[in-house]
T-cell receptor
Framework: TAGITQAPTSQILAAGRSMTLRCTQDMRHNAMYWYRQDLGLGLRLIHYSNTAGTTGKGEVPDGYSVSRANTDDFPLTLASAVPSQTSVYFC????????????FGEGSRLTVL | QKEVEQNSGPLSVPEGAIASLNCTYS??????FFWYRQYSGKSPELIMS????GDKEDGRFTAQLNKASQYVSLLIRDSQPSDSATYLC????????????FGRGTSLIVHP
């Protein structure tokens, strides 16, 4: 079973370039999330979507944008990458009835130079 | 101060011992509590959820919730080296965005 698929697995990006991290789920979950994880800071929520067509800002949304055109896909875009966006990015999803029980993708490691 | 606090560790226990991982939270409106396990270089995986005061057991894992004292703990009995990982506590507040807030995690090392 695929669950949640993230791409790319890792990427090195020059500062100022744009980048889209892709996330696709096949569980028909209503809610999807993007987190970044940095050493010593834990998981921090960037953006979320409770259902297709809606998005919301999390704890650290600046420099990132998302869209939710359909149930399955939730891409995260960095319009102009900066070195502080070097991190591991996790996409997650949950059923609307159990929004604390998250299923995570394998992560995307992004390095901005 | 983060809303969900965990000791970063590392917590080191010998194989076969009981590992006790603790988590405190600040919002008294918190209703749902979760423990995730994250192996190094991997993604978090839900291992326990608890919603009411008391203990909840699942195999070698026991989650304990005390809402009056605002803490939730995870006990791992007969710890194995394969339990070595970072354990993340997550708390969800009733209402609002319904999104759980994560602690920074406790690193557990089980040595043979």
């Amino acid at each position: 079973t695929a669950g949640i698929t993230q791409a790319p697995t890792s990427q090195i990006l020059a500062a100022g370039r744009s980048m889209t991290l892709r996330c696709t789920q096949d569980m028909r979950h209503n809610a999807m999330y993007w987190y970044r994880q940095d050493l010593g800071l834990g998981l921090r929520l960037i953006h979320y979507s409770n259902t297709a067509g809606t998005t919301g800002k999390g704890e650290v949304p600046d420099g990132y944008s998302v869209s939710r055109a359909n149930t399955d896909d939730f891409p995260l875009t960095l319009a102009s990458a900066v070195p502080s966006q070097t991190s591991v990015y996790f996409c997650a999803s949950s059923d609307r009835r159990n929004t604390g029980e998250l299923f995570f993708g394998e992560g995307s490691r992004l390095t901005v130079l | 101060q983060k809303e969900v606090e965990q000791n970063s560790g590392p917590l080191s226990v010998p194989e076969g011992a009981i590992a006790s991982l603790n988590c405190t939270y600040s919002d008294r409106g918190s209703q749902s509590f979760f423990w995730y396990r994250q192996y190094s270089g991997k993604s978090p995986e839900l291992i326990m959820s608890i919603y009411s005061n008391g203990d909840k057991e699942d195999g070698r894992f026991t989650a304990q919730l005390n809402k009056a004292s605002q803490y939730v703990s995870l006990l791992i009995r007969d710890s194995q080296p394969s339990d070595s990982a970072t354990y993340l506590c997550a708390v969800k507040v009733l209402g609002g965005s319904y999104i759980p807030t994560f602690g920074r995690g406790t690193s557990l090392i089980v040595h043979p």
